[in-house]
């Protein structure tokens, strides 16, 4: 945006650069959690027993954001990291944080925010695994929030991105594609998916 790339360091950081010079205009180490909520921190045992020249890596759930891109939109930018649980808008000229939205409050009717669908003009939107949030881009004020049907895929892929098309959110679904309009007016709208037969062309 403006002649500046946005890009994830993959070591905790966002960075700006100059698309045409490829000077570095700023980098910022985000916050992973909510800095106003402390938590206490356990002494950390090491047994000697455990260590060994060999170490096995295992993949585990993803605790907090599922893979997003970045969004820009109007000078902002959105941050949803793996490895933290604030959903983060940051200046694009500065790094500045404007706000930041805990994504895994117990307290947010909705649950756990998990994926990032995309912006309109005036809001972003995200997924948790039950509800479509609206969330306003100037401030953070989360807005509304819409309750889509039961997913019964696997939680740990979850429903997908979804997008914004014109004036709709369009998110995936079990075997359909639901759409609500941007202002969470009520009315989510389902539209079912055709079914493939092995021998039939999907794409016409």
Known sequence: QGGIALVATNAGCVAAIDAFLGELRWVRRYERIDPLRHRARGKRRVDSDSMASQVDFAQGELTSFLPNDLLIRDGFVLVAPCDGELLLCLDVGTG????YVDASTHYAPYGRL????GTSGEDVFALSQTHLVAIGLAGGLVKWAVELPTWNGNPLIGRGRGVVVGD??????????LVCHVSGQPGLRRLPLPTF???REPLP
Do not use: D, F, K, M
Not at 114 to 117: F, G, I, N, R, S
Not at 168 to 177: K, M
């Open 96 to 99: 500045q944080l404007l706000w």
């Open 114 to 117: 998990t994926t990032l669908v």
């Open 168 to 177: 709709h959110v369009v998110v995936p679904g079990q075997r359909e594609l």
């Open 197 to 199: 037969g092995a021998s």
